[in-house]
């Protein structure tokens, strides 16, 4: 599991180690991880010409110390870049011993005034960069660039690759704030251990590929954020032993689908028996429940005995909007939302789960929430005085999952590029898995998740774990499915199987 860590906490601890070794010690380590990759990555990509943008502090000696490396070590004399190797310091002042490392080494520096207009000979510099190493704030710096910084990150030419050094510059270090001015990188360097930056939603499209360094941090306080792995799945997924049968292994009930959205039926149905549920029982009208028993013969139809149920796929909240209507699902839904079961609650039920909980009443079992922004900005429009758009939960995710969570005393998934999975104790770490390739956002993407955690809460998950895990492997199914091209939700079900069994056998 990847770990993200509050940034005043690894400020400590960054202190504590750092008075226990020599002096510069803590930065050589930094440096010494960052050059490596830095070296690795340009041979790889054939690097002609690599420019390191170093800013004041600490971040930006461990850019300048990394360049020394580069050049007093000969990390890059085998590789194309051995002669175009320069450093782009923008600060009222450099971090004078690594500034003074790289010159020693033969870099060459070229010094900007932070307030004033880019010059154009060091924008060409930067521009006819193939790499270029992101140095200019750290983890103490504020959300955006302005001025030169800004300048020079708008010179890179879309075509280099960017090595961020901690975090992008300009990201907001506690991952909340959205991105303004800011680098994008293909790749960030941090040290010691993940901070929220990283895997929070407002920042994380910013970070690329992320490779955290060793450099001896222990850390024995809680995470702010967790990041379920692929290695995690064999610990947490439920297999059955020779014992089990059937009822053991947790039967599902799913009330999904309408006269006028009958797939999502078929979709939440096929996922749940994919994800390995031990019965799948299935209640709605007829026409939903004819298509679900032609695609699936192993559903039961009627209600029934379950460990866990997925509530509001395909279901209008609004109910019927004519005479002879026989689509009972709406009362379907507010009779589970008062059952001591657990449940998912997706789609047509988040709004259905408002109004009840408005009324005074609680859930009575654990319950995970699945909403995309839409259906939480309805959410809490409903529980809360004054609206809530879209935009603004787009905005701001996580803040808003929080308030979700705090309202209905319920563990909310929001569904997004970046998922959050936000438990109702504040206390307890978010959840944020971004495994799912850009294709996966599609219509019956969402019923296909839906059933996939309601099997693991029937399993006998906790809320928090069913909804993360059930990320992860939906977002590894849809990579399965379908590596790189359009992508339909029914394929995502139906690669389901063949994905746990490649994350169980490693």
Same mark, same amino acid.
């Given at each position: 599991m990847l770990r993200g860590y509050a940034v005043p906490d690894v400020r400590a601890v960054e202190d504590r180690v750092r008075a226990g070794l020599g002096d510069g010690e803590l930065m050589q380590r930094a440096a010494r991880g960052l050059a490596h990759v830095v070296a690795e990555r340009a041979r790889a990509r054939r690097a002609r010409h690599v420019v390191v943008l170093a800013g004041p502090g600490d971040n930006g000696g461990d850019a300048l110390w990394a360049a020394a490396l580069l050049a007093r070590e000969g990390l890059l004399d085998d590789g194309p870049a051995r002669d175009g190797l320069m450093v782009v310091g923008v600060a009222h002042g450099l971090h004078e011993a690594g500034q003074d490392a790289a010159e020693r080494a033969g870099v060459q520096v070229h010094l900007v005034d932070p307030d004033a207009d880019l010059a154009a000979e060091?924008?060409?510099?930067?521009?006819?960069?193939?790499?270029?190493?992101?140095?200019?704030?750290?983890?103490?710096?504020?959300?955006?660039?302005?001025?030169?910084?800004?300048?020079v990150v708008a010179a890179v030419r879309e075509t280099a690759y960017v090595v961020a050094v901690d975090l992008p510059s300009g990201a907001d270090p506690a991952g909340e704030a959205q991105l303004g001015t800011a680098v994008h990188a293909d790749e960030t360097?941090?040290?010691?251990?993940a901070k929220p930056v990283h895997l929070l939603p407002a920042t994380a499209d910013a970070v690329g590929r992320l490779t955290v360094v060793d450099i001896g941090l222990a850390l024995h306080v809680s995470p702010?954020?967790?990041?379920?792995?692929?290695?995690? &799945?064999?610990?947490?997924?439920?297999?059955?032993?020779?014992? *089990? =049968?059937?009822?053991?292994?947790g039967v599902v009930g799913v009330v999904a689908g309408s006269d006028r959205y009958p797939g999502a039926a078929v979709l939440c149905s096929t996922a749940a028996l994919e994800s390995g549920a031990g019965m799948v029982r299935y209640v709605g009208p007829q026409h939903a429940t004819d298509l679900v028993l032609a695609a699936c013969p192993e &559903?039961?139809?009627?209600?029934?005995?379950?460990?866990?149920?997925?509530?509001?796929?395909?279901? *209008?909240?609004?109910?019927?909007?004519? /005479?002879?209507? /026989? *689509? =009972?699902?709406?009362e379907r839904v507010r009779e589970a939302l008062g059952e001591d079961v657990p449940l998912v609650v997706d789609a047509g039920a988040v709004q259905l789960l408002a109004t009840w909980l408005d009324s005074g009443h609680r859930r009575p079992a654990p319950t995970l929430l699945t909403p995309h922004a839409g259906e939480l900005a309805g959410l809490l429009t409903a529980?809360? *005085?004054?609206?809530?758009?879209?935009?603004?939960?787009?905005?701001a995710p996580l803040e808003h999952a929080r308030r979700a969570a705090a309202l209905t005393s319920c563990t909310v998934l929001l569904k997004g590029a970046t998922t959050l999975v936000v438990d109702p104790d504040p206390e307890v770490p978010v959840r944020a898995q971004a495994d799912?390739?850009?294709w996966l956002a599609t219509a019956g993407a969402g019923d296909v998740l839906a059933g996939l955690a309601g099997v693991l809460l029937a399993a006998g998950l906790e809320a928090r774990d069913a909804g993360s895990l059930a990320a992860l492997v939906h977002g590894l199914a849809a990579h399965r499915a379908n590596p790189g091209g359009p992508l339909r939700a029914l394929a995502v079900a139906h690669s389901i199987p063949s994905t746990v069994a490649a994350l169980l056998t490693g």
């Open positions: 060091v924008a060409r510099t930067v521009s006819s960069a193939d790499l270029v190493v992101d140095g200019l704030l750290g983890i103490g710096g504020r959300p955006g660039l302005r001025g030169a910084m800004a300048q360097v941090t040290f010691g251990v702010v954020v967790e990041r379920l792995q692929p290695d995690d &799945v064999a610990t947490l997924w439920p297999v059955p032993g020779r014992q *089990d =049968h059937k009822y053991s292994r &559903v039961v139809p009627g209600p029934g005995r379950v460990q866990a149920a997925v509530v509001g796929p395909g279901i *209008d909240p609004q109910g019927c909007d004519h /005479e002879d209507c /026989e *689509d =009972h699902q709406v529980m809360e *005085d004054g609206e809530v758009t879209r935009e603004q939960v787009e905005a799912a390739p850009p």
